[in-house]
């Protein structure tokens, strides 16, 4: 059972920054697209970013498009988020998943297209 290990979630004021992690220990996901949900209290998972399995391409969902960054580092087999000024509709449990499907040409923003999850990361924003 593959396991994804998330980190970097916490407390920041709003307009602040933070960077999560997501490493896949014992896995090569280099050929599987990545991706980053989120779930807030009483609301559906929904998606905010997603890495093309080559690093060709990124895709955001619109309410982060222009703070958000999502990257990786093949060598450490961990991809990243980075997000920048961050709002009070951003505070939510941030997951890191892999797709079930390896080399698709672009990421599902569904999250019943991932197979693999990690436990998620709290981000709270404090206004």
């Known amino acids: 059972q593959v396991q994804l290990v998330e980190s970097g979630g916490g407390l920041v004021q709003a307009g602040g920054s933070l960077r999560l992690s997501c490493a896949v220990p014992?896995?090569?996901?280099?050929?599987?697209?990545m991706g980053w949900f989120r779930q807030a209290p009483g609301k559906e998972r929904e998606f905010v970013a997603a890495l093309k399995w080559n690093g060709a391409a990124t895709y955001y969902a619109d309410s982060v498009k222009g703070r958000v960054t999502i990257s990786k580092n093949s060598a450490l087999d961990t991809t990243y988020l980075q997000m920048n000024s961050l709002i009070p509709e951003d505070p939510a449990v941030y997951y890191c998943a892999t797709e079930s499907t390896r080399q698709r040409n672009v990421p599902s923003r569904a999250p019943g297209a991932y197979a693999y999850w990690g436990q998620g990361t709290q981000v709270t924003v404090s206004s």
């Open positions: 014992g896995r090569s996901f280099s050929i599987y697209n």
